[in-house]
């Protein structure tokens, strides 16, 4: 989702610049005010920790690998102003050191990851964990959270893309959202099993009363799976001084004041109708658008040495239409919601029925 | 993605840092500026950037290796404006070659800069920049605890092959789920003693 440089023309770069450094800019002045000194040195941490963790390669069907993107992760255990700040170092990372993104684009990854994807899904996990509470709420709502921001931020980024004029909004949008949509569904997996991992070792890191895990706190479960086939598991015992050294609720969320919630709602939303909202409403305008800002619209009536492969703007075999994309997202969203349901269920059952750690 | 590479002082080196990103920063914007028609013109500066990739001696497998894991992105975004209607006559074959051409200039200029400049040195120029002190701050912490990090997951990944199983495939997404949970709580414990350490070094923000 990282969009390189040269992708985006100019006005788009610059607009998201802005609205990204704005979001910087409340996420800063927020973490500041709120957040105790002693806890600075966890947002270098855990920027390093979500770079380290994006390296853990999840094997999928195929031969071929997933890994962790980690906004909402992070934005679960963090809160949102300290979510944005940790992608935004992640993000700026990948640029210079591994031409991951490119500079002139830095404002627009750091807008659809940190802002949409962050900030997006932790208000979604948020608004979860209060119609359920405890383990399993948390584990619903960070899988369900984690899917949605990943699809947010990718459609985010096709508005982008779009805007610039370099893709058409009704291919990109169905194509880079649907994979998105499957990609996300790697990354919920992931993000609850990491949350369940941590609660079952330190719930107080995920805002939970210590009674919600059976842990025997002198004992870290590690490495091993903890699942019911119990004859594999190992334990080794922390050095004491790892633990006592950590006050409990070391970084609980702190409540976040509604008035950067509303900034940063804002931002997004100015963001959103500035990319999607033109798009979204003329569907076939999105070449004319491209071949006007390039220059060579009065190339438009020559003829074509190849078929098209999406004649008129639909994708074949999909039915097409703001209604049909409107239901389809909506089965969609449902389908992963149950999803969620049954494996933050079963993660918390396990939890449950598995005392012995 | 590789561990962080380790800037040799070589030729492009010996520039001061702020000059490599100022120069930098002004290609790219030069190359972003270059128009559709004039596509082609780009291979020029392709040619001389590779030159100098290979004048400035650094490690060519590393350099190679990003420049192969960043390309499929760029030509997959870019084959949409082959796919787009219309797409694969002259327009888009001409958007293909630009966007192709152009990102692919700006990655060689953003790897060439990776690799001659120490990370240290780009997040010193960026606080010149007068980028808020917590970033800067972040940033610094972030890039000297990467390392720390990967070592401590390549740790828990030896220990784990030392206790003698292989995990069953199914298992082994609960495996890693559960080292990075680990990862997570062995970060938030050592943030503590780095702020303890810190505050016994006298830092002050």
Sequence with gaps: MHIPDGFLDPKTALATGILAAAGLAVALRQTHKNLPRKQIPLLGLSAAFVFTAQMLNFPVAGGTSGHLIGAVLTAALLGPSAAVIVISCVLIVQCFMFADGGITTLGANIFNMALVGGVGGWTLYHLLTRIFPGLFGRILGATFAAWASTVLASIACAGQLAASGTVTWSLAFPTIAGIHALIGIGEGLITALVLAAIARTRPDLLGLPPETCPTTPSRVPCLTGQGPEGGRQACVDQPSAEKSSTPPSTSTPAPQPYASLLAYGLLITLGLALFISPLASTWPDGLDRAAQSLGFHHLESTTRPLPAPAPDYKIPGLPSGPLATSLTAALGSLLVFTLSYLLAHSLTRQTKSNPKH | ?205
């Design chain 2, 1 to 205: 993605m590789d561990a962080p590479h380790n800037p040799t002082p070589t030729n492009p080196s010996r520039f001061s840092a702020s000059l490599k990103f100022t120069a930098a920063i002004l290609l790219i914007l030069a190359t972003l500026a270059v128009p559709a028609r004039f596509a082609l013109w780009l291979l020029i500066p392709l040619v001389i950037l590779c030159l100098l990739v290979l004048l400035s001696r650094i490690p060519l497998k590393p350099f190679l290796k990003r420049l192969l894991l960043v390309e499929p992105v760029l030509v997959g975004i870019a084959a949409f404006s082959l796919l787009q209607p219309g797409g694969g006559g002259v327009g888009g074959g001409q958007l293909f070659t630009l966007l192709l051409l152009r990102s692919t200039l700006c990655v060689i200029i953003m790897l060439l800069l990776a690799h001659t400049t120490p990370f240290h040195q780009i997040v010193t120029i960026l606080r010149k920049l007068r980028v808020p002190g917590l970033l800067v701050t972040t940033l610094w912490l972030m890039h000297r605890y990467l390392n720390v990090l990967l070592e401590e997951s390549q740790r828990m990944r030896r220990a784990r092959r030392c206790r003698t199983f292989v995990p069953h495939r199914s298992h082994l997404w609960h495996t890693l789920s559960t080292v990075a949970g680990q990862l997570f709580i062995r970060s938030t414990s050592r943030a503590q003693r780095v702020y303890d350490a810190m505050c016994a070094r006298g830092w002050n923000e």
